[in-house]
């Protein structure tokens, strides 16, 4: 039985949104061909490549972001070359060191937004060549970053350009791109995303799919032989269609987007009353993550009916919570949450 009000850990704890349970109920008796060769995986591929657009990009399903990181990052890389990614991405901190795992370092930087620039990435040339060092090849990046702040087409056409002149791949970690691609003030496109990247993943687990991620490589160096990847990694599914069939839903009439959309809308509504109270943010708030910074008693009082992630210690006894928001969650708990925040402050400060 779940003892919370609420979870606002992660977007994924919920299964699916209805229209893609009763999709896959209603085509579990179609005989498909497997490994991807399926009508439904066909059709989402058709749709993305749309939006793109680019109909020579290659499109694969996997199962998760962290398979998709460690094939991606695998497969493009020689044995000394390292990825550069931000101290908070996900690939450094969150998956179990998967990428050291398949013999390659990753140059992890800190940065105070979770975003990387320029002005982090020059630094690392004077590794180029050196042959006692690591050879950077790759430059990993999320939007939005695991500190839910975005990418502006600016940043990401910079990064682009700075990695087109070294020689080096921009891969871009899309486990919430849906969520970018709707933030207030987003000034990006799939399309801009296809076009300054080399490869990128679009994920579906934490947008209303119950598991999967579609990987889609534009380069073309990190096409060739990228099946056989695939397959010596585990992540060709024989049941190909059950990753398909969800993307073709969650790309039909934009559906992925408005799901993100309503996530952005749950979180970014409960900014206003968090400021109110006089409570700060470890970053603007830009999508369905917020890092308000909390008194410690008033964290414990709310851990006893949310469940959430206790980011950062801060001196002073306060803390950086996470919440996050999904494409399920009703605005009437985002309410309910503010309430007992309210409520538990005013307790406080007595």
């Known amino acids: 039985m779940n003892p919370y009000r609420y979870y606002f850990r992660d977007d994924y704890s919920e299964g699916c949104h209805p229209q893609i349970l009763k999709a896959l109920q209603e085509t579990s008796l179609s005989q498909q061909i497997g490994y991807g060769h399926d009508d439904y995986s066909i ?6 490549k749309q ?5 020579d990009a290659d499109i694969h399903f996997v199962s998760g972001g962290t398979q998709a990181n460690l094939i991606v990052i695998a497969a493009a890389l020689r044995s000394y070359e390292s990825v550069i990614s931000a101290q908070t991405g996900h690939i450094n901190g969150h998956e179990g060191g998967a990428i050291e795992a398949s013999g390659h370092r990753v140059e992890a930087i800190s940065t105070a937004d979770g975003k990387l620039d320029v002005a982090h990435l020059s630094p690392l040339l004077a590794q180029l060549n050196v042959v006692g060092s690591t050879q950077p090849r790759m430059v990993y990046i999320s939007n939005t970053t695991e500190l839910g702040t975005v990418y502006s087409k ?3 056409t910079a990064l682009s350009a700075f990695c087109r002149e070294q020689g080096w791949y921009l891969y871009l970690d899309g486990a919430r791109l849906p969520a970018a691609l709707t933030a ?4 990006l496109t799939l399309q801009d995303v296809a076009e300054l990247t080399d490869a990128f993943y679009i994920g579906g687990t934490k947008n209303g799919a119950l598991l999967g991620e ?17 397959k010596q990694k585990g992540a060709m599914l024989a049941k190909g269609r059950v990753l398909g069939l969800q993307f073709r839903e969650l790309f039909r009439d934009n559906l992925i987007f408005d799901l993100a959309a309503h996530a952005n809308a749950c979180a970014l ?8 109270l006089g409570y700060t943010f470890r970053v603007i708030p830009a999508s369905n ?8 008693l008033v964290v414990d009082e709310l851990a006893k009916n949310y469940l959430f992630h ?10 950086v919570i996470r919440l996050v928001t999904s494409w399920a969650t009703p605005k009437t708990v985002c309410d309910r949450f503010i309430s007992d925040l309210e409520l538990l402050t005013s307790n406080h400060r007595r």
């Open 269 to 276: 509504s409960m900014v206003p009353a968090i400021e109110k």
């Open 184 to 187: 207030p003030g987003n000034d």
């Open 310 to 319: 206790r980011w950062e210690q801060i001196a002073n006894g306060h803390t």
């Open 214 to 230: 579609a990987i889609v490589i534009t380069h073309p160096e990190l096409k060739t032989g990228f099946k056989h990847y695939l």
């Open 51 to 55: 939006l793109i657009p680019d109909q």
């Open 43 to 48: 059709e989402a591929k058709d749709l993305i």
């Open 154 to 156: 600016a940043e990401l």
């Open 289 to 296: 993550q917020l890092f308000p910074i909390l008194p410690d």
